[in-house]
Protein backbone atom coordinates (compact mmCIF):
# COMPACT_ATOMS: atom_id res chain seq x y z
CA UNK A 1 0.00 0.00 0.00
CA UNK A 2 1.23 3.23 -0.96
CA UNK A 3 1.42 6.20 1.38
CA UNK A 4 -1.29 8.00 -0.46
CA UNK A 5 -3.51 5.23 0.53
CA UNK A 6 -2.70 4.88 4.17
CA UNK A 7 -6.05 5.08 6.18
CA UNK A 8 -6.79 6.93 8.96
CA UNK A 9 -5.42 5.33 12.32
CA UNK A 10 -3.74 2.24 10.23
CA UNK A 11 -0.93 1.91 12.69
CA UNK A 12 0.72 -0.84 10.27
CA UNK A 13 2.40 2.06 7.72
CA UNK A 14 2.33 4.84 10.02
CA UNK A 15 4.52 6.00 12.75
CA UNK A 16 1.38 8.44 14.18
CA UNK A 17 -1.48 6.90 16.23
CA UNK A 18 -4.58 9.08 14.30
CA UNK A 19 -7.31 7.39 15.87
CA UNK A 20 -9.57 9.39 18.10
CA UNK A 21 -9.37 8.30 21.16
CA UNK A 22 -12.38 10.30 23.24
CA UNK A 23 -15.03 10.03 20.51
CA UNK A 24 -18.40 11.54 21.28
CA UNK A 25 -21.69 9.82 20.62
CA UNK A 26 -24.10 11.17 18.74
CA UNK A 27 -27.72 10.81 19.62
CA UNK A 28 -30.77 11.42 18.93
CA UNK A 29 -32.93 13.71 21.70
CA UNK A 30 -36.54 14.30 22.02
CA UNK A 31 -36.46 17.92 23.20
CA UNK A 32 -40.02 19.67 24.63
CA UNK A 33 -40.01 23.11 24.05
CA UNK A 34 -43.06 24.96 25.46
CA UNK A 35 -43.86 28.28 24.11
CA UNK A 36 -46.56 31.46 23.66
CA UNK A 37 -48.99 30.47 21.02
CA UNK A 38 -48.19 33.66 18.78
CA UNK A 39 -47.26 34.45 15.17
CA UNK A 40 -43.43 33.86 14.33
CA UNK A 41 -43.02 32.02 17.69
CA UNK A 42 -42.47 28.36 15.24
CA UNK A 43 -40.35 30.33 12.53
CA UNK A 44 -38.03 31.71 15.55
CA UNK A 45 -37.25 28.04 16.97
CA UNK A 46 -36.94 26.61 13.26
CA UNK A 47 -35.07 29.14 12.79
CA UNK A 48 -32.30 28.67 15.57
CA UNK A 49 -31.61 25.47 14.00
CA UNK A 50 -31.02 26.20 10.24
CA UNK A 51 -29.13 29.01 10.91
CA UNK A 52 -26.36 27.03 12.61
CA UNK A 53 -26.70 23.76 10.98
CA UNK A 54 -28.52 21.59 13.39
CA UNK A 55 -30.52 18.66 11.46
CA UNK A 56 -34.36 18.47 12.53
CA UNK A 57 -35.47 14.30 12.51
CA UNK A 58 -39.01 15.37 13.27
CA UNK A 59 -41.11 18.41 14.24
CA UNK A 60 -44.77 18.86 16.06
CA UNK A 61 -45.97 21.83 17.32
CA UNK A 62 -49.91 21.97 18.96
CA UNK A 63 -51.13 24.55 21.43
CA UNK A 64 -51.77 22.50 24.44
CA UNK A 65 -52.92 25.18 26.50
CA UNK A 66 -56.19 27.46 25.04
CA UNK A 67 -56.49 29.64 28.03
CA UNK A 68 -52.30 30.29 28.70
CA UNK A 69 -52.03 30.70 25.07
CA UNK A 70 -49.47 27.92 24.81
CA UNK A 71 -48.72 25.63 22.51
CA UNK A 72 -45.82 23.09 22.89
CA UNK A 73 -43.20 22.08 20.28
CA UNK A 74 -41.57 18.69 20.09
CA UNK A 75 -38.63 18.61 18.48
CA UNK A 76 -36.11 15.26 17.61
CA UNK A 77 -32.50 16.24 16.32
CA UNK A 78 -28.84 13.97 16.73
CA UNK A 79 -25.74 15.70 18.46
CA UNK A 80 -23.28 15.39 20.91
CA UNK A 81 -23.96 16.34 24.26
CA UNK A 82 -21.91 19.38 24.07
CA UNK A 83 -24.49 20.20 20.98
CA UNK A 84 -27.43 19.32 22.57
CA UNK A 85 -26.68 21.44 25.57
CA UNK A 86 -25.69 24.42 23.05
CA UNK A 87 -29.35 23.52 21.65
CA UNK A 88 -31.17 23.86 24.79
CA UNK A 89 -29.06 27.04 26.08
CA UNK A 90 -30.01 28.81 22.90
CA UNK A 91 -34.02 27.57 22.51
CA UNK A 92 -34.14 28.89 26.37
CA UNK A 93 -33.03 32.53 25.23
CA UNK A 94 -35.54 33.05 22.56
CA UNK A 95 -38.42 35.52 24.84
CA UNK A 96 -41.43 33.12 23.98
CA UNK A 97 -39.65 29.70 24.99
CA UNK A 98 -40.94 28.84 28.51
CA UNK A 99 -39.28 25.78 29.29
CA UNK A 100 -37.26 23.30 27.45
CA UNK A 101 -36.79 19.50 28.38
CA UNK A 102 -34.73 17.26 27.67
CA UNK A 103 -37.34 14.05 27.23
CA UNK A 104 -34.45 11.73 26.12
CA UNK A 105 -32.51 13.01 29.64
CA UNK A 106 -35.64 12.49 31.92
CA UNK A 107 -36.14 9.17 30.90
CA UNK A 108 -36.84 7.19 28.49
CA UNK A 109 -39.85 8.92 26.71
CA UNK A 110 -42.88 7.39 25.64
CA UNK A 111 -43.37 8.51 21.79
CA UNK A 112 -45.49 7.76 19.39
CA UNK A 113 -46.20 8.38 15.33
CA UNK A 114 -48.92 8.62 13.80
CA UNK A 115 -48.59 7.62 9.60
CA UNK A 116 -50.40 6.89 6.50
CA UNK A 117 -49.44 4.41 3.68
CA UNK A 118 -51.00 3.98 0.42
CA UNK A 119 -50.73 0.05 -1.07
CA UNK A 120 -51.50 0.01 -4.37
CA UNK A 121 -51.53 -4.22 -4.86
CA UNK A 122 -53.90 -6.63 -6.32
CA UNK A 123 -54.03 -10.93 -6.05
CA UNK A 124 -51.38 -12.18 -3.63
CA UNK A 125 -50.10 -8.67 -2.33
CA UNK A 126 -53.19 -7.62 -1.68
CA UNK A 127 -54.03 -10.23 0.50
CA UNK A 128 -50.46 -9.56 2.09
CA UNK A 129 -50.87 -6.12 2.81
CA UNK A 130 -53.69 -7.10 4.67
CA UNK A 131 -52.09 -9.71 6.76
CA UNK A 132 -49.51 -7.31 7.73
CA UNK A 133 -51.45 -4.64 8.20
CA UNK A 134 -53.33 -6.80 10.84
CA UNK A 135 -50.32 -7.73 12.46
CA UNK A 136 -49.27 -4.11 12.71
CA UNK A 137 -52.52 -3.18 14.49
CA UNK A 138 -53.01 -0.49 10.92
CA UNK A 139 -56.65 0.17 10.40
CA UNK A 140 -57.64 0.29 6.43
CA UNK A 141 -59.51 3.77 5.99
CA UNK A 142 -59.50 3.60 2.50
CA UNK A 143 -60.11 0.92 -0.21
CA UNK A 144 -60.04 0.94 -3.68
CA UNK A 145 -60.33 -2.37 -6.16
CA UNK A 146 -56.20 -1.43 -7.01
CA UNK A 147 -55.29 -0.03 -3.41
CA UNK A 148 -55.35 0.62 0.37
CA UNK A 149 -54.47 3.50 2.71
CA UNK A 150 -53.56 2.30 5.80
CA UNK A 151 -53.42 4.10 9.21
CA UNK A 152 -50.99 2.93 11.72
CA UNK A 153 -49.64 4.63 14.98
CA UNK A 154 -46.50 3.66 17.33
CA UNK A 155 -42.93 4.38 17.67
CA UNK A 156 -40.99 5.70 14.98
CA UNK A 157 -39.46 2.28 14.61
CA UNK A 158 -42.19 0.74 14.24
CA UNK A 159 -43.50 3.46 11.34
CA UNK A 160 -40.15 1.93 9.79
CA UNK A 161 -40.25 -1.62 9.84
CA UNK A 162 -43.90 -1.16 8.33
CA UNK A 163 -42.64 0.96 5.61
CA UNK A 164 -40.05 -1.67 4.99
CA UNK A 165 -42.29 -4.43 4.30
CA UNK A 166 -45.27 -2.25 2.19
CA UNK A 167 -42.45 -1.27 -0.18
CA UNK A 168 -42.50 -5.07 -2.21
CA UNK A 169 -46.22 -4.80 -2.22
CA UNK A 170 -46.43 -1.60 -3.98
CA UNK A 171 -45.89 0.78 -1.39
CA UNK A 172 -46.99 4.37 -3.66
CA UNK A 173 -46.69 7.20 -1.10
CA UNK A 174 -46.23 8.09 2.40
CA UNK A 175 -47.42 10.80 5.13
CA UNK A 176 -45.98 10.81 8.93
CA UNK A 177 -47.12 13.44 11.42
CA UNK A 178 -43.70 13.30 13.39
CA UNK A 179 -42.82 12.20 16.97
CA UNK A 180 -45.52 13.48 19.86
CA UNK A 181 -43.71 12.64 23.24
CA UNK A 182 -44.20 12.48 26.79
CA UNK A 183 -41.57 11.38 30.11
CA UNK A 184 -42.77 8.66 31.67
CA UNK A 185 -44.16 8.75 35.41
CA UNK A 186 -45.17 11.52 37.37
Known amino acids: MSALNIKKG ?3 HS ?4 RDHHPEAVRSHTLAVMVDNEAGVLA ?3 GLFSGRGYNIDSLTVAEVDHKGH ?3 ITVVTRG ?3 VIDQIKAQLGRIVPVHE ?3 LTVESTPVERELA ?3 VRGTGDKRVEALRLADIFRANVVDSTLES ?3 EITGTPEKIDAFADLMRPLGLIDVARTGVAALPRGV
Open 10 to 12: ATS
Open 15 to 18: AYDL
Open 44 to 46: RVI
Open 70 to 72: RSR
Open 80 to 82: TEA
Open 100 to 102: VID
Open 116 to 118: LFK
Open 148 to 150: FVF
